[in-house]
Every structure is written in structure tokens, then in C-alpha cells.
């Protein structure tokens, strides 16, 4: 559901294209659901903890919904991630800008970019803004988004970080600085060898896991990059859930 706008996209998980009932299904929804405007069915036929499968199927309505983060509007689509608690995100996401340090001059990378909700926020700020994102929907919502709000300083690939970082860095992108909100396992070790690689001044590191976190930072910090400041968001209150929003910096060697 869009905090700002209300609307209500349901998604149906199956396991085939068989959808029993369908229209009978379809039209329930509609009677009895406020605000929808968009029902989907997504195709997962894989036993695993991954809950939604490659195949999307629109029954219904609107492919996406519309959300609202300070100043930018994004379409969500049914793959696509987004933060539920819109309030905290927005304090999320302007403390990763803050620990950024943009002046306007610099590039940044903002790998796992998903929809692009932090990428706007930092090409504000930043002279040109890559984002990164495995999931195909989600780059396709990103470059949406970054047309509905009128950004033209962000570029959106499509891809595994773990193959996508180290062939930017082979093509000789060096940012100054790279923000990186991982899913839960955290960054394989290439990607944050990459990152280490290119250089960056800053590294703004963004968690749902303190476990990984952590197990990333002394990763980082073998290689020379010290953690200067951690900033916990509560997104989900009354849950033992936390964001962390990390920033590390470069040690210059003598």
C-alpha cells in the first residue's frame, strides 16, 4: 500500500499459471479491498526461503503503485523492494546523504539501488549518481522514477553487484563515494574488495542485519577503510528489528 497515495496493489504467490476461481477471485478483491488498484499474480514454483518468482502476471489493474518519499513520487511494481515505513525511510535516507559529504562535484555508486529511492535522494546532491540492481523490474520502476521526478544525473544498470562492480572498476569508474544497501546477507567479498578497490573516500554502508554488518565493516576495515559513525533508524518500533546506517572513511597512509 502507498503511504501517501493510498493505493493497494495485492499480490498473489502460486506455484503454476493455475489461478482457480480466477475472475471469481478477482472480483472479491475489488468488492472488498479499499483503494485497490491493482491485483498481480506472481509465478514461484521453486521450494526455497525466496518468496517471489521471475514470472508476474497482471490480472488486474495497474502494473504498479505510487508511493511518496519527501520530495520524489516512484511507481513500486510487485518485485520491486520498498520501504513499508515511509516516515523512517525518509530519515534514513537523508542520513546516508549527510554521511555522503556531497559538495555537487562527485560521483557516487549506490550499489543494490532497487526502485532508485536512495539514488534520487543523492543525485540532489552528487554530480552523477550509478545505481545498481539485480532485479530487471526494479531498474525498469528506477529509470521511471528517475523521469517522473526529473533527475538526468542518474544512470541505472541492471545486474549481480558481483559481476557488475568489478567490471565498472575494470572500465575505470572511480567514485568518491559508494553507498551500498545490501539484502540481509550483507556484500559477497568481491564486491567489497571492488569497492576498496576504486578508492572512495567515503563508504556509506546501509543494513537490515547487524550481523552481516558487522561481519562486512571488518572486512572493510582490513583493507584500510576506518568506521567513523553508526546511526541506528527504528523502522519497525516494537520489534527487536533495526536499520543502521554506517559511515566508514579511507585512512591515508603515510
Known sequence: MGTASGEVMVVLVTA???????QEVIS?????????????????????????????????GKDTITDALGAFQFHISARSFFQVNT?????????????????????VIDAYCGTGTITLFLAQKAKNVFGI?????????????AARNGVKNAEFIVG????????????GLRPEVIVVDPPRAGCERVVL???????????VYVS???????????????????????????????????????????????
Not at 503454476?16 to 480466477?22: I, N, R
Not at 530519515?91 to 559538495?103: K, M, N, S
Not at 540492481?133 to 522514477?145: G, H, L
Not at 549481480?160 to 572500465?171: F, W
Open 16 to 22: 503454476t499459471d493455475s489461478l482457480p476461481h480466477k
Open 28 to 60: 472479491r478483491l475489488r468488492n472488498q479491498i479499499p483503494g485497490l488498484v491493482s491485483i498481480i499474480q506472481n509465478v514461484n514454483p521453486k521450494n526455497t526461503n525466496v518468496i517471489m518468482g521471475n514470472r508476474t502476471i497482471t490480472l488486474w
Open 87 to 107: 516516515l523512517q525511510a525518509k530519515v534514513l535516507y537523508d542520513q546516508a546523504v549527510v554521511y555522503a559529504g556531497l559538495t555537487g562535484q562527485e560521483t
Open 133 to 145: 540492481e539485480i532485479v530487471e523490474p526494479a531498474i525498469e520502476d528506477a529509470n521511471r522514477n
Open 160 to 171: 549481480d553487484a558481483v559481476q557488475v562492480m568489478p567490471d565498472l572498476y575494470e572500465k
Open 193 to 203: 574488495e571492488t569497492f576498496v578497490n576504486m578508492h572512495p573516500e567515503r563508504i
Open 208 to 254: 537490515c542485519n547487524p550481523a552481516s554488518l558487522a561481519r562486512d565493516l571488518a572486512i572493510l576495515a582490513e583493507y584500510g577503510y576506518k568506521t567513523v559513525e553508526i546511526q541506528p533508524v527504528d523502522m519497525f518500533p516494537q520489534t527487536f528489528h533495526v536499520e543502521c546506517c554506517v559511515l566508514l572513511k579511507r585512512k591515508h597512509m603515510p
